[in-house]
């Protein structure tokens, strides 16, 4: 969310956090021109995505720290209708059900690490690219900027990084 929090202050682009996340086919890639797009289930869609872009867009990862990812998935293990621990967890790797507590963080963390190569990758095969640390944004953002052609307030989208955006509590 702060990703896009900060593009929300560029004046040639449009931004947007999971804004076509139901849909399908297609669909799931209609993007406006001019888009930038923050949505971790896209990682799921890798090849549909390069399918329907292919090589002219800049194609960001962003990263945050992997075990605190994998904290923050096992806190939302059972939350809500649409959770990707409770599947991956149970059915792409079948185990006990319910899961276990005490192997939730090994999973999670085998989740964490699958996502990030399977986008790593794809970005192998790609020429614009470039990865985001979430946890050294404000000082990567500025490239980002630079490598869009970004226009707009750049002052306002650093500023954005200071405050902390839907952040979740990470499960202990």
Known sequence: MTFIEACQHIDNYTAGHETRFREYGPARFDYPDGHIEADNRLSWFLGGLGRAFGADPLYVHLRRDPEQVARSFVGRWNKGRANIMGAFGQAVIPGPFPRPEEQRLDV????????????????????????????????????????????????????EFEHRHNAAPAAG
């Open 108 to 159: 999670a963390r085998f989740y964490v690490d699958t996502v990030r190569t399977n986008i790593e990758a794809f970005l192998a095969t790609v020429p614009n690219t470039m990865t985001v640390d979430l946890e050294h944004a404000p000082e990567q953002f500025p490239e980002f900027w630079r490598r869009i052609g970004a226009e707009g307030d750049l002052d306002a989208a650093l500023g």
